[in-house]
């Protein structure tokens, strides 16, 4: 929109009552809260879904009560603003604002948000909770709204949808013997049993078909390439790019029905090569595939089951040579990838349940929702970087895997420290790859001595001791009880009277753990002595200073 016409439409909606539900003033004069922020983005999402309008709006530098113009300082520079959408959409599952206008009104400053409403089906969550308003105050989303807006598509799944005119001849007879063999597979108890059925039973079992009717989950898995027409306008692509070092595209192919045999193609044309990478303080290099092979499938497998297919995209694989990127078009369902580490059952709600319930009879995804966890898992494993969610364009979920060591001193916590869980794992990657966490979590991190660097600019520690099985390396780095150096003291004093600071240095530093630098050792020996003459007092000094020595009580 022009000047004008945001002049207009402002001044539309301050004509509004106040207890509109899908729109909200504040003044903001100088900054607003974040969290608050994207709260008032849920609600009027929500509510803006409820209300069936095809838009919300929330609007800094307009007092509240009164609609009167104030003018708002909040976020003057474009490119602040412009961030806020990514910052929105990293906690809202994908959904951002749909625009943000700055309006320079005669009165003052005023920035004008336009939030889309929530999908159909699925309401839009901040930081896990949903909101709505009652009048003009924010509450959470009422449990009766949220399964109001969860049922508008309850009898949409695409994936379920018959075609009438499709018939057994529109199958592709090498998918349908591939389908039979990972259906026996996935359940061995049926596999003898399976040998009798004809193919239109088979189809049924696997829960493909619909008492013999064909659906788009059949002809997508299993359709010939010339079946594809029957999907329309739905479009059912797979599209492989490869790219070289200055993004430059090299190849290309795009694959059709039958999915259950092409996602093989598309894994066989991803160059999965060799990588080594060679640590300090060994010899011999470590040898891995730059890509665990469950992790592309489960990453393809993963676009295909939760593609919305409503939205005419295709499934994009884009090989780089330092990384593999997956994207499928459609919000990411769960809200959060946070989410699905943490939680430990299935999803409740799938876009495509039909397809999915398929898929799983045809061992292409786990029946339990837990193939991301598990992707996180291999990687964590391999001490390769995590994978990367990208969740800041609507209707969008992009997932990167990279195939290479960023940061060695991430690797070597990873092979040292074996018992780490996996939210700590998860941060210590993204401070690899300079992705801001926060300050609290940074300080969970320094306590446990895993990163170094003042917050925000902190970096995964270096002084881990490389991983090589020696045991006088493990001595080295094993904080011993200080009893254990006093008693040393004692023993140094009983043998030759007296000791300077420096002797106590040349006795004990080599022997202090390897995990501390020289100062800090230092610093312990002093505070050593001083303990020992004041609260043990089994030790004395003779004068202050650099000069001092000690003697046995």
């Known amino acids: 929109m022009n000047e004008t016409q945001l002049l207009k439409k402002l001044d539309e909606l301050r004509a509004l009552p106040h207890e509109t539900e899908w729109l909200e003033f504040k003044e903001a004069k100088n900054n607003y809260d974040f969290k608050k922020l994207g709260k008032y983005f849920s609600a009027i999402s929500n509510e803006a879904n409820l209300n069936k309008i095809s838009a919300g709006w929330f609007i800094f530098g307009v007092a509240d009560k009164t609609r009167e113009v104030c003018g708002t300082n909040y976020r003057t520079r474009l490119a602040d603003?412009?961030?806020?959408?990514?910052?929105?959409?990293?906690?809202?599952?994908?959904?951002?604002?749909?625009?943000?206008?700055?309006?320079?009104?005669?009165?003052?400053?005023?920035?004008?948000?336009?939030?889309?409403?929530?999908?159909?089906?699925?309401?839009?969550?901040?930081l896990g909770h949903y909101y709505g308003r009652d009048g003009e105050s924010l509450t959470a989303l009422k449990l009766n709204e949220i399964e109001f807006i969860r049922r508008q598509t309850?009898?949409?799944?695409?994936?379920?949808?018959?075609?009438?005119?499709?018939?057994?001849?529109?199958?592709?007879?090498?998918?349908?013997?591939?389908?039979?063999?990972?259906?026996?597979?996935?359940?061995?108890?049926?596999?003898?049993?399976?040998?009798?059925?004809?193919?239109?039973?088979?189809?049924n079992k696997a829960r493909l078909t619909v008492q013999g009717k064909i659906t788009r989950t059949a002809l997508l898995l299993l359709g010939r390439e010339e079946s594809e027409h029957f999907l329309s306008p739905g479009i059912a692509k797979i599209s492989w790019f490869l790219k070289g070092g200055n993004n430059q595209e090299k190849d290309y192919t795009h694959f059709g029905?039958?999915?259950?045999?092409?996602?093989?193609?598309?894994?066989?044309?991803?160059?999965?090569?060799?990588?080594?990478?060679?640590?300090?303080?060994?010899?011999?290099?470590?040898?891995v595939l730059t890509y665990e092979p469950y992790v592309i499938r489960e990453a393809l497998n993963n676009c295909i089951a939760h593609q919305d297919y409503f939205l005419r995209g295709r499934i994009q694989v884009v090989e780089s040579p330092e990384n593999l990127l997956f994207t499928n078009v459609g919000t990411f369902l769960p809200g959060s990838v946070d989410a699905v580490i943490e939680q430990d059952s299935p999803q409740e709600y799938y876009r495509n349940h039909f397809l999915a319930q398929a898929m799983v009879n045809l061992n292409l995804i786990d029946t339990q929702g837990g193939g991301i966890k598990r992707m996180f898992s291999l990687q964590?494993?391999?001490?390769?970087?995590?994978?990367?969610?990208?969740?800041?364009?609507?209707?969008?979920?992009?997932?990167?895997?990279?195939?290479?060591?960023?940061?060695?001193?991430?690797?070597?916590?990873?092979m040292q420290k074996t018992n780490l869980n996996m939210q700590t794992v998860i941060l210590l990657?993204?401070?690899?790859?300079?992705?801001?966490?926060?300050?609290?979590?940074?300080?969970?991190?320094?306590?446990?001595?895993?990163?170094?660097?003042?917050?925000?600019?902190?970096?995964?520690?270096?002084?881990?001791?490389?991983?090589?099985?020696?045991?006088?390396?493990?001595?080295r780095n094993r904080p011993f009880d200080d009893n254990h150096f006093k008693k040393m003291v004692i023993e140094y004093l009983r043998q030759?009277?007296?000791?300077?600071?420096?002797?106590?240095?040349?006795?004990?530093?080599?022997?202090?753990?390897?995990?501390?630098?020289?100062?800090?050792?230092?610093?312990?020996?002093?505070?050593?002595?001083h303990y020992m003459a004041k609260i043990d007092k089994n030790i004395t000094t003779t004068q202050k200073g650099r000069y001092a020595k000690w003697t046995l009580v």
């Not at 001849?169 to 003898?192: M, W, Y």
């Not at 753990?513 to 020996?525: E, P």
Request: aromatic share 10%; charged share 30%; net charge positive.
């Open 429 to 475: 990657d993204r401070v690899q790859k300079k992705v801001g966490i926060s300050n609290d979590d940074a300080k969970k991190l320094k306590k446990e001595l895993l990163i170094e660097g003042r917050y925000p600019n902190v970096y995964v520690s270096a002084k881990v001791a490389s991983v090589t099985g020696k045991r006088a390396e493990y001595i």
């Open 257 to 287: 029905p039958p999915f259950l045999i092409n996602i093989e193609k598309v894994y066989r044309k991803i160059r999965n090569l060799h990588y080594r990478y060679l640590l300090d303080n060994t010899l011999f290099p470590t040898e």
């Open 81 to 126: 603003l412009d961030s806020l959408k990514h910052e929105i959409a990293g906690q809202t599952g994908g959904i951002t604002f749909r625009n943000i206008f700055v309006l320079n009104h005669p009165e003052g400053r005023v920035v004008i948000f336009e939030i889309p409403p929530a999908p159909r089906g699925m309401p839009v969550a901040f």
């Open 380 to 414: 964590m494993h391999r001490y390769f970087p995590l994978p990367d969610y990208d969740l800041t364009e609507p209707n969008k979920v992009k997932v990167k895997i990279i195939g290479k060591v960023i940061d060695e001193n991430y690797t070597r916590v990873l």
């Open 496 to 529: 030759f009277n007296t000791g300077t600071k420096q002797d106590f240095d040349n006795l004990l530093m080599e022997k202090l753990s390897d995990v501390l630098d020289d100062k800090q050792k230092k610093n312990k020996i002093r505070n050593m002595l």
């Open 154 to 203: 309850q009898n949409e799944d695409w994936s379920a949808g018959i075609c009438e005119t499709a018939t057994i001849g529109d199958f592709e007879p090498s998918a349908i013997l591939k389908a039979r063999d990972n259906f026996a597979k996935k359940v061995p108890d049926r596999a003898q049993e399976m040998q009798d059925w004809d193919d239109i039973t088979f189809l």
